[in-house]
């Protein structure tokens, strides 16, 4: 498998989690929202509640910079990153 | 000189927030000498356009890179902040934490939408489309795919879907400017037009981008202040986001104790038009999971589909800061969209609870009635009270609002200085206008790159070019604040159509380009053909009576728009023959960050 082959092979695992997580927090967890609601969470929010104020809102802050530092990783691990004067 | 204006950038807008603020200080003490109130509207409003005009008229160019993609310099956080001013439009600053007040946990789910649609943005779109070197959306399609069919679909998906947009935009301008100007809205309407042009006409993506980023400091100041504010006054929590708590619960209580009265059709035939009574849970989930992640999904793959917000990450220096500066931009619409719920928990708390002295519920009509505040609001069509029951006392049902009253009245009804009001005038002046000239740029230039250039005159030169997509510009501009000046359609509504035609047309075409090699041009323009003309057939059919199926609402038809794009798109693929091998390398080379764009810098 050439270089590039096998940084996309990468590049794909890493949508693929990325997704993965997207999918948990932006629909997963919306499927049980009435019992989550239940439950108290965050600062003594409903946890439902709280994740459309603020926690999934949040989590996909985090997850796009982590997303962004994985695949830097990536591209330097083959030598595929930019130049830092381009 | 360039490379200073960007090493100076932090200084250059600190200088600018610190300006900004002295003007706040300077209004509240002109409004303790007595200035009044209508007087302090109007200088905020003048003074921040102003300042967005100098800005317009300072990043004037005459190079086709720096028109259509700011010279791609801009420096990730200012390109976050710039992005997030772009996106918030006059319907999330004015609008949004009125529908979380009106409809609660239903609502929510646009929150939700509008921000994890940046995931998809980042880790799908973004960066391979900053790695091509396109100047516009179009463009990576035409290029991608090829021919000149793919390239002109691609122009009408992204101008039905923005023009949608861009009307309710201009609306905004056209109703806050008539509010702080006092003059009426047909005039106003333009107003705000000639405001928006100022800013993008000279500079093109470059005038925008710095206006943008002055317009998030103004609007990002002008929401969070006031909700810091009524917080701490209400003796709430001094840092709202984490102590609220107590409120949400004790919001739930009340609604308990008084009950979701229904009121009979012949009663609510009296309250004006627009305004609304709590009929709805504040905190309970009062939505069928489906409705709620059906709507979050549409609004999700909306977002990574409309042309506006993607043409953003086009003017960073490299893929890799593309990437991180989609997480900026997103942060900054968090600082936002965090806030509006504690926002509508607050102003709803101060109104219904009755052992608050702002609270109304409980009290005799007459009482009511008598309040400046109420009376104002009430004149301005944004509040109402009527005894249906006859007993003389407010109870909840008795009781409407306008869904922009909720950021617009409540730093009245709370007791804040007019300063604030005026504030946040210029906050929602600024959502609005920077949201607008983001969209009637991404039109003018698919316009006047693709049609114009790509396809009509491809040997025109760079002037000519730049002459034609600025007269494009004021030409859109004024059809859109034509169409704004009917009032056809609430901010609301034409936004959220607004992220389903995109979808529909443009979310598989953009993605599988990227990501299935062998997508190719037929199936290309059959996904876009057929995906736009069956979400925009699945509305027509909604909006005149239809049943809908699979609780695809109008709100969501893009849910079904964008499956038959991606059946059509991959059927129609697999049936014609695979793209040509130079157009597979394209795709390789998209898929590494290293080595030179596909498109030359000039094109």
């Known amino acids: 498998m050439s270089k590039q082959q096998q940084h996309w092979e990468k590049t794909r695992g890493l949508l693929m989690m990325t997704l993965a997580i997207w999918f948990v927090f932006s629909i997963g967890i919306f499927l049980f929202g009435a019992e989550m609601n239940e439950v108290t969470g965050p600062f003594g929010y409903p946890w439902t509640y709280w994740f459309t104020c603020q926690g999934s809102l949040g989590i996909f802050v985090i997850l796009i910079f982590w997303f962004a530092n994985r695949q830097e990783k990536i591209d330097e691990e083959f030598g595929f990153s930019e130049r830092e004067d381009d | 000189m360039k490379g200073n204006f960007i090493d100076n950038l932090p200084k250059v807008y600190g200088i600018y927030t610190g300006g900004f603020l002295a003007f706040i200080i300077i209004m509240s003490i002109g409004e303790q000498m007595g200035m009044t109130s209508k007087a302090i509207g109007i200088c905020f409003v003048a003074f921040t356009v102003a300042i967005y005009a100098i800005i317009g008229y300072l990043s004037r160019t005459a190079q086709a890179d720096a028109y259509y993609v700011a010279g791609r310099q801009v420096p990730t956080v200012f390109n976050g902040m710039a992005t997030a001013a772009d996106w918030m439009s006059g319907a999330s600053f004015v609008a949004m934490a009125g529908g979380i007040y009106f409809k609660g946990y239903g609502y929510m789910a646009l929150l939700v939408g509008w921000t994890g649609g940046y995931v998809l943005v980042a880790s799908l779109l973004a960066p391979y489309l900053r790695k091509f070197g396109c100047y516009t959306v179009p463009d990576f399609i035409g290029t991608r795919y090829g021919g000149n069919l793919s390239r002109f679909l691609a122009v009408v998906v992204l101008t039905v879907a923005s023009f949608t947009y861009v009307t309710a935009q201009i609306n905004a301008t056209g109703t806050i400017a008539s509010v702080a100007l006092d003059i009426p809205f047909q005039y106003a309407v333009y107003v705000g037009l000639i405001s928006i042009l100022l800013c993008s006409m000279l500079g093109g993506m470059r005038g925008v981008t710095w206006t943008q980023v002055a317009q998030y400091i103004v609007l990002i100041i002008a929401y969070l202040l006031p909700v810091f504010w009524i917080s701490n006054k209400m003796g709430a929590g001094f ?46 989930v009062n ?11 549409a609004m999700m793959m909306g977002t990574a589909s409309l042309p506006h917000v993607m043409m953003r990450y086009f003017t960073t220096p490299s893929v890799k800061a593309a990437r991180k500066s989609v997480g900026w931009s997103l942060f900054f619409i968090f600082l936002l969209y965090s806030s509006a719920p504690m926002l509508a928990t607050l102003s709803k708390l101060s109104l219904i609870d009755p052992t608050l002295s702002t609270g109304i519920i409980g009290k005799s009509i ?29 109870e909840l049902n008795e009781f409407f609002m306008g869904g922009k009253a909720v950021v617009l009245a409540t730093p009245e009804i709370a007791g804040l200085p007019y300063v604030i009001s005026g504030l946040v005038a210029a906050g929602g002046m600024a959502a609005a206008m920077s949201t607008a000239d983001g969209l009637i740029l991404a039109i003018a230039n698919a316009i006047s790159h693709d049609v114009y250039y790509k396809i009509i005159d491809p ?131 998209v898929r590494v960050p290293s080595g030179k764009s596909i498109l030359g810098k000039q094109h």
């Not at chain 2, 009511?368 to 005894?387: G, T």
């Not at chain 2, 996904?527 to 049943?547: D, K």
Request: proline residues 2%; glycine residues 10%; aromatic residues 12%.
């Open chain 2, 239 to 284: 840092f709202p986001h984490f102590m609220l708590a107590d409120e949400v619960a004790r919001i739930g209580e009340l609604e308990q104790q008084f009950g979701f009265v229904k009121n009979a059709a012949a009663d609510l035939k009296t309250v004006p038009k627009g305004l609304a009574g709590i009929t709805k849970a504040h905190s309970a």
């Open chain 2, 366 to 394: 007459a009482e009511v009635q008598a309040i400046d505040w109420y009376q104002n609001w009430n004149s301005a069509n944004l509040m109402f009270v009527s005894d249906f029951n006859g007993n003389g006392t407010l």
């Open chain 2, 459 to 589: 040997k025109a030169e760079t002037a000519k070019r730049l002459v034609v997509a600025r007269v494009l510009l004021v030409v859109i501009g004024f059809a859109g604040a034509t169409i704004a000046a009917l009032e056809i359609q609430g901010i609301l509504g034409s936004v959220i159509w607004a992220f389903d035609f995109a979808m529909s047309g443009l979310f598989f075409p953009l993605v599988l380009g990227v990501w299935w090699k062998r997508a190719n041009k037929e199936g290309a323009c059959a996904g876009m053909a057929l995906g736009l003309l069956s979400g925009l057939g699945y509305l027509i059919w909604v909006r005149n009576g239809g049943s809908g199926f699979l609780g695809i609402t109008q709100l969501t038809f893009g849910i079904f728009g964008s499956a038959v794009s991606l059946v059509a798109m991959v059927v129609v693929s697999l049936m014609t023959s695979e793209p040509s091998a130079a157009t597979q390398k394209m795709v390789d080379e």
């Open chain 2, 287 to 297: 939505a069928t999971p489906w409705a709620f992640i059906s709507l979050a999904l």
